[in-house]
């Protein structure tokens, strides 16, 4: 059983960190796309020299910091109602798997059409109750805050299931206890569902960081990175370093920078919930 485990690991996940590395300081033919030799660290002296680079790298920072937060946070708002037996909670529970289910893609194309300046159903509303359109997708102000609306709405799904199940394992008699003792619903929330939700959020805010910090596809098919590399991250810039300039030593140099922080974040993270466990 562990054997397929093992093999999936490599084939899949190590495989591609050490091909990434090993042409990381290769330089490339960019018509036959084959190695012309080693050059050492010149891939990585052109990228940290790059400023799109860096700006990818913040906004690398942004997409993780400001999805993991907004999402955690809505998906145990949402759970705490679907935990509710109420009517319509089962329909609830639905559309949220079922937006979690659907095709990243398909996704992001139906938000392309609703974020559309002229037509789209986001501006349609505003207009509708008085306000101007926003240029969602082509202005450097809202181009990072709509992918990250789309995220959020396409993900919140799994945060919020991991949410609900923990959230039914709690024991009921805790809060008929707390109950007798005079506390209200807020004072429930912070000293009992939050401390007994410790796991589920340490394993909610792990999943959404490392989601948020390797968004692609909405990027791709919304914004192409743009406008002038406003919505730009790592990945996005290493897929354009190889397949749009062709340039393999520097997208691969992108993608071991990109590994490294996702490390990193994964370090951090593990330090700062230790105490919460």
């Not at 790298?57 to 999402?71: D, H, P, R």
């Not at 639905?94 to 289910?101: E, K, N, P, R, Y």
Request: proline share 4%.
């Amino acid at each position: 059983m562990v054997a397929p485990v093992v093999i999936g690991l490599t084939v899949f996940q190590l495989s591609p960190l050490v091909w990434a590395m090993t042409e990381s300081v290769q330089a490339f033919n960019p018509m036959t796309h084959r190695s012309i030799g080693f050059v050492g660290s010149e891939n990585f002296e052109r990228l940290f020299a790059d400023p799109v680079f860096w700006r990818a790298l913040g906004n690398t920072l942004v997409y993780g910091v400001g999805i993991t937060l907004i999402e955690v946070a809505a998906a145990l708002g949402i759970a705490l109602l679907l935990h509710r037996v109420v009517p319509g909670t089962r329909f609830a529970r639905s559309m949220v798997i079922a937006a979690l289910a659907a095709a990243e893609s398909i996704m992001a194309l139906l938000w392309f059409t609703i974020y559309n300046r002229d037509t789209g159903l986001a501006n349609s509303i505003l207009e509708a109750i008085g306000l101007s359109g926003i240029p969602w997708l082509t202005s450097e102000q809202f181009a990072i805050p709509s992918i990250m609306i789309m995220s959020i709405w396409k993900d919140v799904g799994l945060p919020t299931l991991i949410f609900l199940a923990g959230l039914q394992s709690l024991d009921e008699d805790l809060y008929g206890a707390s109950s007798l003792d005079g506390a209200n619903a807020w004072q429930q929330f912070r000293h009992v569902t939050l401390p007994l939700l410790n796991r589920s959020t340490i394993v909610a805010v792990f999943m959404v960081t490392i989601g948020a910090t390797r968004i692609f596809t909405p990027i791709l098919l919304m914004t192409s990175g743009g406008p002038n590399a406003s919505s730009t991250n790592l990945i996005y810039y290493a897929y354009d370093q190889g397949f749009h300039y062709l340039d393999y030593g520097v997208g691969s140099a992108a993608t071991v920078c990109m590994m490294v922080l996702l490390a990193a974040v994964t370090i951090v993270q593990g330090v700062a919930l230790k105490g919460r466990r």
